[in-house]
C-alpha cells in the first residue's frame, strides 16, 4: 500500500459552537490547548490537553467547550483498514472503544507527524510515524480481537535492509520496500528494525546520509550539491539534520 500522508489540520477555537454532527471518517485529534468538552452518541466526556480523541465514523458528536486546540486528521476506512496487516490479523469496521484516551508515546507521535508534515519534508520518516501510531492506537484501542503471536524474523534479512539504504541511501526510500526486504509487515519492520540497531529506519538512514555528506563536505563540495546528493530536500533540511547530529553547522565543520 502506498502511504498517502493524511492532511492534518492545527486549529484554535475562541468562543465557537458546534451543531450535533458526524462524520463518515475517523476523526483523531490531539488536544493541545483548553479542556475539550464534547458528547459522543449522548455520553460526555473531557479531553485535556495531551489527550487524543477518537470519534469513530457515524458517531454523532458535539463540542460544549468554546476555547480549546487541536491537531486532527479525518482517515477513511479504507486508511485505516490497511494497517490491519500490520496486526497480524485483517480487520473491518474497526471500532475504537473509547472517545478519549492519554497515552504519552502516541501524543508524542501525533506532534512528530505533524512536525514531519510542516518542516522535514521526509517521506520515509513521516511512514515510520504514521504506521506506529495507527497500528498502536488499532491494536490497544479497538474493540476488534486482535491476534498475538511472536514474530520471527531473520537477522540477515535486515541487514540486507541497512545494506539497501546504503546503497540507495539519495533516493526516497518507502517503508513499504524496505519492509518487503525484510520479510515482515511495515510495522513488524520498524520494531525489529529498532530492536536490533536502537534506532527507527529513517534515523539510520539519516545517519548513512549524513556520514556521506561529512566525506563531501571534507572535500570541498558546495552545500546545495551536498544536501540534494545525500537526498535531503534542501540545504536547510540538511542542515538541521547535521546540526543536530553534530552538533554544529555544516559550514564550521568544512572550515
Known amino acids: 500500500m502506498d502511504i498517502i500522508m493524511p492532511n492534518l489540520l492545527e486549529a484554535s ?61 479525518t482517515p477513511d476506512s479504507n486508511f485505516v483498514e490497511a494497517f490491519s496487516e500490520s496486526c497480524q490479523k485483517e480487520l473491518h469496521s474497526i471500532t475504537f472503544a473509547n472517545p478519549v484516551i492519554n497515552n504519552n508515546k502516541l501524543a508524542k507521535l501525533f506532534i512528530d507527524l505533524n512536525s514531519a508534515k510542516k518542516d522535514w519534508q521526509d517521506e520515509l520518516m513521516v511512514e515510520n510515524i504514521l504506521e506506529e501510531l495507527i497500528v498502536n492506537l488499532i491494536s490497544s484501542y479497538s474493540n476488534n480481537e486482535i491476534k498475538k503471536e511472536d514474530i520471527s524474523y531473520s537477522k540477515n534479512r535486515l541487514i540486507q535492509t541497512v ?13 513499504e520496500n524496505l519492509a518487503q526486504i525484510s520479510g515482515l509487515s511495515k510495522y513488524h519492520f520498524l520494531r525489529k528494525f529498532k530492536e536490533e540497531f536502537k534506532m527507527t529506519p529513517h534515523a539510520y538512514l539519516l545517519q548513512i546520509r549524513i556520514h556521506n555528506a561529512k566525506n563531501m563536505l571534507l572535500n570541498h563540495k558546495p552545500l546545495t550539491d551536498i544536501a540534494l546528493s545525500c537526498g535531503f530536500s534542501d540545504q536547510s533540511h540538511f542542515t538541521r539534520v547535521f546540526n543536530k547530529i553534530y552538533g554544529m553547522s555544516p559550514g564550521k565543520l568544512a572550515g
Open 163 to 175: 545494506e539497501y539504504m546504503k546503497e540507495h541511501f539519495n533516493d526516497h526510500l518507502k517503508l
Open 13 to 73: 477555537f475562541k468562543n465557537k459552537t458546534f451543531a450535533p454532527h458526524f462524520h463518515n471518517e475517523y476523526s483523531i485529534a490531539l488536544i493541545t490547548s483548553g479542556n475539550h468538552n464534547f458528547t459522543c452518541n449522548k455520553e460526555d466526556f473531557v479531553a485535556y490537553p495531551g489527550d487524543i480523541r477518537l470519534i469513530n465514523p457515524g458517531d454523532i458528536h458535539v463540542c460544549k467547550s468554546k476555547t480549546w486546540g487541536y491537531i486532527t486528521f
